[in-house]
């Protein structure tokens, strides 16, 4: 606390992994003897520089760029780029810490590292989002590299933000380095099944957990909040899985359609228009839009926040436990906050912590770079299965950790323990580095 002060996402993410280690520090002590926790707690590189750029109508805008290199213990450091306007250390460093558990939980070769900047690309013109992902790739170029740093999207890096910072590390470094980011589009070097991949993979998850229970995504009524990449790949899978889907959301308020969200009306807004919430009502008459208040109010059986970090806090947790439900999974990062994870729990509803929940994303960026390495692309089928097999995977080692530490159907322990576990064993076998 004392030497990142005022960071308290970055606090936040680590007393929760930290909270669930007692028992694997109590079973192996080599663990505190060489100081593992310190030295993950410490990034390995942290990198802040000043991003100028010019606007459309010519001042000059400074913005402030991030890349956290937290952990090359598994592989090289892996993580998005988030470009939103709340964006300081203390979130890069949640986000980093987060990214080296999750990784490490997907049973592949990559580290931990995140970055981004407090740029706002909604409401930029194209040029001005090309001229700003430029001027942040020319300083960021210098540490990236696909056996170094590979980055890939976050909030408010998609697609277009990609291309920019392809196009410049391209030009400045005379490589077509195709594996130095993933996400990329399909047309140069980017892997079907990536931008579906992190909202399939939570309901994949969710899925799974329900299983445990002998129930499934079929006939549940699901709330999900966020209107991106991440929120409208998970309605498409849990539609086709075939849930009813009655909710989505942004920073402008919530949507309800009791009639069940219209994947097509809602891509339209929100890929083709980059319009609000509010202009998917005028398109559909069952919906309503409410400015205020929270999509937690809404009655659902599995509730999927996709949005962002803390934004479903206590109370929402009461709310939703009141109406029922049954089962939580986070395809955001720490969109709970810790009161309500605890709530949840105490109530023995299922919950599926994000390092777990939306490690699809991560996963198929690890296939993405496969794909890369060998100059092969792979079907929408194959790539799918493979994801799915990695979401099977990342739940039957998190529901086996959490009972063989005496906690069953505890994923939060599971997956902190068993991410903890792979990538603490490196850092030994790494030796004081
Ligand atoms: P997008 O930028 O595509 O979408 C973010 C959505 O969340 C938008 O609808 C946005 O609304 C809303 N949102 C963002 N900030 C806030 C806020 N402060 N209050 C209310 N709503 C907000 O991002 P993604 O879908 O990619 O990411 C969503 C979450 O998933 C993040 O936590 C991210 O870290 C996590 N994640 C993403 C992965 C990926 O592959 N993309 C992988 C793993 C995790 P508005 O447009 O109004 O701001």
């Known amino acids: 606390l004392r030497r990142n002060p005022g960071e308290q996402e970055f606090h936040q993410a680590v007393r929760e992994v930290f909270d669930s280690l007692g028992p694997v520090l109590r079973k ?15 990034p390995e590189r942290q990198i802040i520089f000043r991003v100028p ?8 805008q400074i913005n402030r760029g991030f890349r956290v290199e937290y952990s090359s213990a598994l592989g090289p450091y892996k993580g998005g780029l988030r470009f939103h306007p709340s964006v300081y250390l203390g979130i890069v460093k949640f986000l980093g810490f987060e990214q080296i558990f999750k990784n490490a939980l ?27 992902c430029q001027s942040f790739m020319t300083e960021m170029y210098r540490h990236l590299g696909e056996y170094t740093d590979v980055p890939a999207g976050d909030i408010g890096v998609g697609a277009r933000e990609l291309g920019y910072l392809f196009g410049q590390y391209k030009r400045i470094t005379n490589r077509y380095e195709s594996g130095v980011l993933t996400g990329k589009g399909l047309t140069w070097g980017g892997s079907l099944v990536r931008t579906e991949a992190t909202g399939y993979g939570t309901v994949m998850f969710t899925e799974q957990m329900l299983l445990t229970r002998g129930l499934a995504m ?6 999900v909040s966020g209107a991106g990449n991440v929120a409208i790949h998970a309605v498409e899978k849990a539609q086709a899985l075939g849930a009813h889907v009655v909710t989505f959301s942004d920073s402008s308020g919530y949507v309800v359609d009791e009639g069940g969200v219209d994947l097509a009306v809602l891509r339209e807004v929100k890929e083709v228009r980059r319009g609000r919430a509010e202009d998917y009502v005028a398109l559909r008459p069952t919906a309503t839009f409410v400015a205020r208040g929270s999509v937690w109010d809404v009655p659902a059986d599995v509730a999927l926040p996709c949005a962002t970090q803390n934004e479903l806090s206590g109370d929402d947790a009461k709310t939703l436990l009141g ?25 023995g509803v299922l919950f599926g912590p994000g390092k777990a929940a939306n490690a699809g994303g991560v996963a198929t960026s690890a296939l993405e770079m496969q794909q890369n390495a060998s100059r092969d692309s792979w079907t929408f089928e194959h790539t799918e299965e493979r994801l799915a097999e990695i979401m099977v995977g990342i739940h039957d080692r998190c529901a086996r950790t959490a009972e063989e530490y005496g906690s069953p159907g505890d994923y939060v322990l599971g997956a902190n323990i068993a991410g903890f576990q792979r990538v603490a064993d490196a850092v030994l076998a790494l030796g004081v580095i």
Do not use: H
């Open 28 to 42: 192996n002590p080599r663990y505190t003897e060489a100081a593992v926790l310190e030295r993950l707690c410490e």
């Open 323 to 347: 109406n029922g439900v049954r089962a939580v999974a986070e395809g955001a990062n720490m969109p709970c906050t810790p009161d309500a994870v605890a709530l949840f729990q105490d109530a």
């Open 106 to 132: 997907t049973g592949m070769p990559i580290g931990g590292g995140k970055g981004g900047s407090d740029f706002d690309p909604r409401g930029r013109s194209d040029g001005e989002v090309m001229r700003f």
């Open 218 to 223: 079929d006939g549940m009524r699901v709330s």
């Open 53 to 60: 750029w010019v606007d459309d109508a010519g001042r000059v």
